[in-house]
């Protein structure tokens, strides 16, 4: 056992759970201000939710060697996974961070609306039925697509695919926000980009800690995280400049957020330059997915779908175009991409259609259903839902 | 001259606003307040989440504007009728006082009363 490995590895680990609390404010600062205390919660319950499942049966659905498409109940309640196979655990524990923050990515598309205590059933049903399984065939060695050699470095289909898609999915059953045609102007801007330099100081745990060591590999997904995430911001400040004339910082926050989600699958596999070409594409294509959104009315609140479901897909194909070593396009190889295409629709078949499925379902359980009712959508979720307002200042009583 | 002054719900700022432009305000601004009348307060945690408090105060949102004397009805019902929570209304949906304004200068131009409106 690597004492460098593990050092690094646990802080890892750390970095990618930090990740979750990042999203919940840059998340937070979008929505308005009677809706921010539920939109943190949606990501900081998934902390303590999926952490539970996870030990209890995720990581063995996920990982168990069950064949190509699920785990199987070998590791139930972490047995077999102890301190004399310390790489073990410390995988299982590098992964606990993954399947935490992924179903709180899918928050942002019902964001303002979405009922809290069938979120909480939501996030059981969603990581036992749709991430376990996708995080086992791509992942898991007896996994489908990992052994059909499907190039995801840190989960570009299993994370931001999955949850981009599972977005699209949600946003259309829960329905459009209420009055929200003349736009929603985000609360607190900061918030914005302080979740966003969360999101960027945590993926490097993400990504350069998903070769899992401390290494060559590891540095230099670094470095390719960092230039795609740099070079998408430039992307987004050029455009959102062309296009009205002035920088966003939510822009940039957002141009950030794409850069990283591209580079995710990609991130041991591409060099400096490569990472230059991601970001550009990202910020590129989720720049314009953003627009054509809106221009569809379709209220996936918080952009999971433009910005992690097609920044996950560029960032799928652009690792087959840019890999390096004689594997990617650039090298003549075309088998690289061709089998991480078939991950990419194959990840968006399977989430979308089981995520349609459980939302449905937990819609028509009595005492569950999906939305607010108009009621409570105009108080806010906050006072709704968790007694409490996030900014006090009437000093009263 | 009059001062309207609408105490309403917040999310019905927008519908509001644009009725008041609609019966032919000039203008108009809003502020965000919190207050009591007859919709009891709201329930609040205190202490880390285990105990329930009743604050007397909820949000409304007050939209002020001055108008000739001879628009008042439009107004109020423009108000009333963009603010109102449905047909028989609920309570919390305000209320409306007015008030007289003595005089009114637009600081641009100088002009008074009703050429500054």
């Known amino acids: ?397 | 001259m009059i001062k309207i002054e609408a105490v309403v719900r917040p999310e019905r700022v927008n519908t509001v606003v644009d009725a008041l432009l609609e019966a032919g305000c000039g203008g108009y601004h809003v502020s965000n307040v919190t207050g009591k009348g007859t919709q009891q307060g709201v329930e609040v945690f205190t202490g880390r989440g285990a105990a329930i408090t009743t604050r007397a105060a909820l949000p409304k949102s007050v939209i002020t504007t001055v108008v000739g004397d001879e628009l008042k009805e439009a107004v109020v019902a423009a108000i009333v009728d963009s603010s109102k929570s449905g047909e028989e209304g609920q309570i919390g949906d305000g209320k409306i006082f007015i008030s007289p304004v003595s005089e009114v200068v637009r600081v641009r131009t100088g002009e008074r009363d009703d050429e500054a409106l």
């Not at chain 1, 899918?106 to 205590?117: D, L, W």
């Not at chain 1, 390719?224 to 995430?229: D, E, L, S």
């Not at chain 1, 991130?267 to 330059?273: K, L, R």
């Open chain 1, 1 to 397: 056992m690597d004492s460098g490995n593990v050092a690094w590895m646990l802080a890892a680990s750390a970095l990618v759970l930090f990740m979750t609390p990042g999203l919940a404010f840059f998340y937070g600062g979008l929505v308005r201000g009677k809706n921010v205390i539920s939109t943190v919660m949606y990501s900081f319950v998934a902390m303590g939710v999926v952490s539970v499942v996870w030990v209890l049966w995720g990581y063995s659905l996920a990982f168990g060697e069950g064949g190509d498409f699920i785990g199987n109940f070998d590791f139930l309640g972490f047995r077999g996974v102890s301190a004399d196979d310390p790489d073990a655990m410390l995988f299982a524990v590098f992964q606990m961070m993954f399947a935490i923050i992924t179903p709180a990515l899918i928050t942002g598309a019902f964001a303002e609306r979405f009922k809290f205590k069938t979120y909480l059933v939501f996030l059981v049903a969603w990581i036992t039925f749709v991430y376990a399984p996708i995080a086992h065939w791509v992942w898991a060695a007896d996994g489908w697509l990992f052994k059909m050699g499907a190039l995801d470095f840190a989960g570009g289909t299993v994370v931001h695919i999955n949850a981009g898609v599972a977005a699209i999915a949600a946003a259309y059953l829960v329905g459009k926000r209420r009055n929200v045609d003349r736009g929603v102007e985000p609360h607190n801007v900061p918030f914005v980009v302080l979740g966003a330099a969360i999101l960027w100081f945590g993926w490097f745990g993400f990504n350069a800690g998903s070769g899992l060591a401390a290494d060559g590999v590891a540095v230099n997904a670094f470095l390719v995280t960092n230039t795609a995430a740099a070079t998408a911001m430039v992307v987004w400040l050029i455009l959102g400049n062309i296009h009205t004339g002035k920088m966003s910082a939510v822009g940039a926050a957002t141009g950030v957020v794409a850069g990283l989600v591209a580079i995710t699958p990609a991130a041991g596999f591409v060099g400096p330059m490569g990472s230059i070409a991601v970001g550009l594409g990202a910020g590129v294509l989720t720049f314009y997915a953003v627009r054509i959104r809106h221009s569809l009315g379709f209220d996936d609140a918080l952009e999971v779908a433009a910005v992690h479901g097609i920044g996950g897909v560029w960032g799928a194909i652009a690792t087959g175009i840019f890999a390096v070593g004689g594997i990617g396009l650039i090298d003549g190889d075309a088998e690289a991409l061709v089998t991480n295409v078939i991950a990419v629709l194959a990840t968006i078949g399977y989430s979308l259609v089981v995520t349609f499925v459980i939302l449905k379902i937990l819609d028509v359980i009595p005492g569950l259903g999906l939305r607010a009712d108009d009621g409570e959508e105009d108080a806010g979720l906050d006072i709704t839902y968790h007694g409490e307002r996030a900014y006090v200042s009437d000093g009263a009583d």
